[in-house]
């Protein structure tokens, strides 16, 4: 079954602004990842927080998480066009057997 | 980053035909192939755990003798897709992960391009 659930389903922004979703699941997890998936393709890999992490920075890319809200947020900051793409996050759970479940996702739309 | 690899990329069969889709790791030893369909508009849902040299497990309402995994070596890991139907029409992704000599799992798992199904 689906572990996360992620928030908005949809989001559409004009270039330039920010753009924040949420994750939320349900079990301990080992670490948190967010991915890319532009319409049709496979995934890209965007940032990994262990579970002893609250905060990580990569670019215009933000991830928190808060642990004991089993909550994760990712922010794009100074959105392009070409982020336009859907986005899931994905969990590993606690246990080791490397298996990722993956949230809903939320599509994103930016307008140039 | 390491580079997993699907193919084919497409495939339209018809109904009753079975497919047989790849996924190589080409320049890494992947001991854990992970298998996850897509349907469209929708999350990525896991199938099915390989292991190289043993039996694959399946999750839960997945059915073993329809998708059949094989993962042969420690870079390919296939999955046939027997007596295909139209509600077996899916994305499917591979990815590949690594365990280290002490028998966790890395962190980073590859994934491929996947492969689009399509039965008539």
């Known amino acids: 079954s689906q572990q996360g659930e992620e928030d908005p389903q949809a989001l559409s922004i004009q270039e330039g602004e920010n753009a924040t979703m949420n994750c939320s699941y349900k079990?301990?997890?080992?670490?948190l990842q967010w991915y890319r998936q532009n319409s049709g393709r496979g995934l890209v890999h965007l940032i990994l927080?262990?579970?002893?992490?609250r905060e990580k920075h990569s670019g215009r890319l933000r991830v928190t998480l808060d642990t004991s809200k089993k909550s994760s947020s990712l922010l794009i900051t100074a959105s392009r066009a070409a982020d336009t793409a859907s986005y899931f996050c994905?969990?590993?759970?606690?246990?080791?057997?490397?298996?990722?479940?993956f949230g809903q996702g939320t599509t994103l739309q930016v307008k140039p | 980053g390491a580079v997993v690899s699907q193919h084919p990329s497409r495939v339209i069969c018809k109904s009753g035909t079975s497919v047989k889709i790849e996924c190589r790791s080409l320049?890494?030893?992947?001991?854990?192939m992970f298998w996850y369909r897509q349907f469209p508009k929708q999350s990525l849902m896991l199938m099915a755990t390989?292991?190289?040299?043993?039996?694959?497990?399946?999750e839960q309402g997945v059915e073993k003798d329809k998708f059949l995994i094989n993962h042969a070596s420690l870079t390919l890991s296939t999955l046939t897709v027997t007596s295909a139907h139209p509600e077996d029409s899916s994305f499917y992704i591979c990815?590949?992960?690594?365990?280290?000599?002490?028998?966790?799992?890395?962190?980073?798992?590859?994934f491929g391009p996947g492969t689009r199904l399509t039965v008539l």
């Open positions: 990815s590949a992960a690594s365990s280290l000599l002490s028998g966790d799992f890395t962190d980073t798992q590859y």
């Open positions: 079990t301990s997890i080992n670490n």
């Open positions: 927080i262990r579970s002893n992490e």
């Open positions: 994905a969990t590993d759970l606690k246990g080791n057997t490397g298996k990722l479940i």
């Open positions: 320049d890494f030893q992947a001991t854990t």
């Open positions: 390989s292991n190289e040299g043993s039996k694959a497990t399946y």
